[in-house]
């Protein structure tokens, strides 16, 4: 089955305790993206990247970092997490290297650091 | 860069009533509006697109339309049914120097039986 798989779905951690999110997907696609969903802001773009080795900033992209090794899997790093970055988290991939594409999302990663 | 804004933010509408969720976009560059869907607990899903060269695509009871000139585009659901209460996010392409896709920031709309 075609998917975009992130884990963990759910965690709870405290201020500064490094966290990795996974993303994998295995469509095999070029692009793939992080987004936060927060009430009343919609799904805001973290991190993009269009190929392995090559990444680049969205809107939000502070006290996130990310790597693109393999073209499957797309991480999403938090080295000093805060409680602002408690949010809901969406992993996304399409075929092409561009974006304007029809994505594929995960099923989310609910963070909250306390 | 590209900014979105969606209305309303919530919406209720009768079984079988239409439903209209209108989008504005900032940049007239942008080439690509894509309309997604996200149900309790679950990512977005795509249901309809529509790209800068076309004003009207439909899909059985969808149908998006856009207006380049006024920087608009509309989610039309026809003959709506208790599985279309859900979050709608529609969304604009920036073709010009980077791979960004901007999202509005949602219309809960609920299917009152």
């Known amino acids: 089955e075609a998917q975009v798989t992130q884990n963990p779905r759910y965690l709870i951690t405290v201020t500064g305790k490094k966290l990795t999110v996974t993303c994998s997907q295995n469509m095999n696609h070029e692009y793939m993206s992080w987004y936060r969903q927060d009430p009343g802001l919609g799904l805001r773009q973290i991190y993009y990247?269009?190929?392995?080795?090559?990444?680049d900033k969205g809107d939000v992209p502070e006290g996130y970092k990310v790597s693109r090794k393999e073209k499957r899997n797309f991480p999403l790093i938090l080295e000093s997490p805060s409680p602002n970055q408690t949010s809901l988290y969406f992993c996304?991939?399409?075929?092409?290297?561009?974006?304007?594409?029809?994505?594929?999302f995960g099923d989310g990663t609910r963070l909250s650091i306390l | 860069g590209e900014n979105v804004e969606q209305h309303p933010s919530t919406l209720s509408v009768q079984e079988g009533d239409s439903a209209v969720i209108k989008c504005t976009y900032s940049?007239?560059?942008?080439?690509?509006f894509p309309w997604y869907k996200q149900e309790l607990g679950k990512g977005p899903q795509l249901i309809i697109d529509?790209?800068?060269?076309?004003g009207e695509k439909k899909d059985q009871r969808i149908a998006v339309t856009l207006n380049k000139t006024a920087k608009h585009f509309s989610l039309h659901i026809t003959e709506t049914q208790p599985e279309d209460s859900a979050v709608y996010f529609c969304a604009a392409h920036y073709n010009f120097g980077n791979e960004k896709l901007t999202f509005g920031t949602g219309t809960r709309l609920t299917i009152i039986p």
């Open positions: 990247s269009m190929n392995v080795e090559v990444t």
């Open positions: 940049d007239s560059a942008s080439n690509y």
């Open positions: 996304a991939s399409s075929p092409l290297t561009v974006s304007n594409q029809p994505q594929h």
């Open positions: 529509i790209r800068s060269n076309v």
